[in-house]
C-alpha cells in the first residue's frame, strides 16, 4: 500500500501528524522562529508574521510495491544555512526513523560486537577526527563552512530520529548515525589500525559496476551505476535534497550544487552508493578500488583529513565543473573508502554536436596518500564508452596499491584489461543504442552460459563473475580458488541509469534488488527460500525482490 507521511516544522510547540494513504500533493514544511523549539506541523499550517519557512519534504513507501521509498526535502533560502542544514536533517530522521533503526540493526549494529579491541581504537579515531575537523571551522571558507553544514544536518538527523520513532523503536546515540553514515569509511579505518588482520576482508570481492555510454552521433550519454553488495543493505531510498545554502557565511553565491537526487539509505544523509546527479549539470559515480599494500595504510590519520563520505558532498556542493571537482575532492585524502571516481559533465553536452575536446569526463582515484586524476573526454570520443569495474586504471596507483601482486599471484580477477567484467563491458557496450538497453547489460547474469564467467571452480562458473553478480546462487558445496568466487550473501543489489533528457529533471530509471539475470532465467532473489534467512539481518526488506524499472517523478 502507498503510504505517505506528511509534517511540517516550527517553532511553537512540540506535537506531530503523520498521515497515510493521503494525497500526493500533501508534503511536509519546516517553519523557523525566534525561540529553540522544534515543532512539526500539517501542510496547511499558516505562517504567522516573523516566522520563516525553512523547507518542506515529502516522504512516500513503496518498499514493498517497487522496493524503494522516496525522500524530496527543499529548503528556502529566506532561512539560515544553518537551520536549512539542521531542518533538511530533522525533517529527513522525523519521516524515516523507524526506518532507519532497521537500516541500523542490519548493517551497524553489531559492528564491534566480535572486535572490541579495533573498536576502542575506532572510537578514539573517529573523536580524534571530529574535534580536528571542529578546530578547523571557518564559516568565510567555502570548503570548511560546507563541512560544517554536513555535520550541522547530521545534528538534524539525529534529533529528528528521536522525535519521529515509534514508541517501541529503540533509541540510537548521535554516534550511532555518524558510525552509519561512515561505514564504508570505517572498513579501511580499521584496516589502517590493524593492517595485518584479513579475518573480515573478503580479498577481491567486487563492489559495484558503472558504465558511461556516448551514443552513435552522439545522440545521447548514458550513465549507469550498479550496486554491489552484502544484501543485508537492500533497504532503499531514492532521494532529492534541494538546499539552498551560500557558499560561505559571507557570500550571497548559491553553491552550484544546491539541488541533486541519488540512491540512498535509511539515516545516510549522503549516497552511499556514490550515484549523484547535480543541479551543476555534473554527474558523479564511483566504483570501489582496493589497497593491498600495507605500507600506505600508515598514511590514513586521524588528523588533517576529511573521511570520503564528507569529502563527495562538500565537492557535489561547491563543483562548477569536473576540474573543480577533483580538486575539491582530493583535499584531506583520508584513504578511505578508495574508489575510482567518475564526473561527467551533462552541462558541456549538447545531442547531436560533437564533444568539447575537455572537461566532459574526468577520472579520479584514491588510495592512502595518493590521489590521481585525469581527463577523459579524449577517451570517451574515440571509444565511446567508459567503464569501472573495481580495478584502478592508473598505472602507478595500480602498482603501487598492491594491485599489480595480485594479478600476478591470483590471475586476471585483479587484472585491469582481463578481469572479466572489463572483457564483458569490451564485448557487451556496442550493443546498447537505448536506456533500456544500458539496463539491459547492466543488470547482465549468464553466468552458466558466458564463457567469461568461467573459472578454476566446480561447478567451473561463478555467478561473481558477471556486470551484475549473484553470489547467493553459487552452490553452499561447490569449490572455488578465492572466497569471494563462493557462495555468499553478496550480489549487484540494484541499477540505475540515466541520459541527458533525464539528467534534466534530475531524474534515473532503478531497480531494486538483486538482478534475475540477462533472460529472467535466474529467478528473484527471496529470503523464506535463501539459506541466509535465519543468518543475516534483514528488518524492513520484502521477501522477494521481483520488481520492475521504476522511474519516480518528483514533486516539490
Excluded at 570548511?144 to 533509541?171: A, I
Excluded at 553452499?476 to 541499477?495: F, I
Amino acid at each position: 500500500m502507498l503510504s505517505i507521511r506528511c509534517i511540517l516544522l516550527s517553532l511553537l510547540s512540540v506535537w506531530a501528524l503523520q498521515c497515510s494513504a493521503i494525497q500526493k500533493n500533501q508534503t511536509l514544511l519546516a517553519v523557523k522562529r525566534d525561540n529553540n523549539r522544534i515543532t512539526i506541523q500539517p501542510k496547511l499550517y499558516i505562517a504567522k508574521p516573523k516566522e520563516i519557512i525553512i523547507g518542506e519534504a515529502k516522504y512516500i513507501e513503496r518498499i514493498n510495491s517497487t522496493g524503494w521509498a522516496y525522500l524530496e526535502i527543499r529548503t528556502s533560502q529566506k532561512a539560515k544555512d544553518e537551520d536549512q542544514a539542521y531542518g533538511a536533517g530533522y525533517l529527513e530522521g522525523t519521516l524515516t526513523a523507524d526506518l532507519i533503526h532497521s537500516y541500523w540493526s542490519n548493517t551497524a549494529k553489531g559492528y564491534c560486537t566480535d572486535r572490541p579491541k579495533v573498536c576502542q581504537q575506532l572510537k578514539d579515531y573517529m573523536t580524534t577526527n571530529q574535534n580536528w575537523i571542529k578546530s578547523k571551522s571557518n564559516d568565510s571558507d567555502p570548503y570548511w563552512y560546507q563541512v560544517g553544514l554536513y555535520y550541522k544536518q547530521l545534528d538534524g538527523l539525529y534529533d529528528g530520529y528521536m522525535q519521529g520513532k515509534s514508541p517501541g523503536t529503540p533509541d540510537l546515540t548521535w554516534d550511532d548515525l555518524y558510525w552509519l553514515n561512515a561505514l564504508y569509511d570505517l572498513r579501511d579505518v580499521s584496516i589502517s589500525l590493524n593492517p595485518s588482520d584479513i579475518s573480515n576482508r573478503v580479498l577481491g570481492s567486487g563492489s559495484c559496476s558503472a558504465l558511461i555510454k556516448l551514443l552513435p552521433e552522439n545522440k545521447d550519454i548514458l550513465v549507469s551505476h550498479v550496486s554491489w553488495s552484502g544484501y543485508e543493505t537492500m533497504l532503499r531510498i531514492q532521494k532529492r535534497y534541494s538546499l539552498r545554502f551560500r557558499k560561505s557565511k559571507t557570500s550571497n553565491k548559491l553553491i552550484p550544487g544546491f539541488d541533486m537526487s541519488f540512491s540512498s539509505y535509511p539515516g545516510i544523509i549522503q549516497s552511499g552508493d556514490d550515484f549523484y546527479l547535480i543541479s551543476s549539470g555534473l554527474t558523479t559515480m564511483e566504483t570501489t578500488i582496493q589497497n593491498y599494500n600495507n605500507s600506505l595504510w600508515s598514511n590514513v590519520k586521524p588528523i588533517g583529513q576529511v573521511l570520503e563520505f564528507v569529502r563527495a558532498m562538500v565537492a557535489n556542493r561547491l563543483a562548477d565543473n569536473p576540474t573543480d571537482w577533483v580538486n575539491l575532492f582530493k583535499l584531506y585524502n583520508s584513504g578511505t573508502y578508495n574508489n575510482q571516481w567518475m564526473i561527467l559533465n551533462y552541462a558541456a553536452f549538447q545531442p547531436g554536436s560533437p564533444l568539447p575536446s575537455r572537461d566532459v569526463l574526468h577520472v579520479l582515484e584514491q588510495i592512502p596518500g595518493i590521489v590521481m586524476h585525469g581527463d577523459f573526454t579524449g577517451h570517451l570520443i574515440n571509444r565511446t564508452y567508459w567503464a569501472s569495474y573495481n580495478v584502478p586504471y592508473f598505472p602507478f596507483i595500480f602498482n603501487v596499491s598492491g594491485n599489480y601482486d595480485m594479478a600476478q599471484r591470483h590471475g586476471s580477477w585483479f587484472s585491469y584489461s582481463e578481469t572479466p567484467r572489463a572483457r564483458i563491458f569490451a564485448r557487451d557496450h556496442v550493443k546498447i543504442h537505448c536506456a533500456n538497453c544500458m539496463l539491459h547489460l547492466m543488470r547482465s547474469n549468464n553466468y552458466t552460459r558466458d564463457p567469461e564467467a568461467r573459472c578454476h571452480c566446480n561447478p567451473p562458473y561463478s555467478a561473481e563473475n558477471a556486470i551484475s553478480a549473484r553470489s547467493d546462487l553459487n552452490p553452499v558445496n561447490g569449490t572455488y580458488p578465492m572466497q569471494m568466487l563462493g557462495h555468499r550473501s553478496h550480489g549487484a543489489t540494484d541499477v540505475k541509469v540515466t541520459s541527458n533528457q533525464l539528467f534534466k529533471q534530475l531524474q534515473f530509471k532503478a531497480v531494486a534488488g538483486p538482478t534475475q539475470g540477462s533472460d529472467n532465467s535466474l529467478g528473484p532473489f527471496c529470503w523464506s527460500k535463501s539459506d541466509f534467512n535465519d543468518k543475516v539481518s534483514h528488518l524492513g526488506h520484502p521477501d522477494c525482490f521481483n520488481f520492475k524499472p521504476v522511474l519516480h517523478q518528483w514533486s516539490l
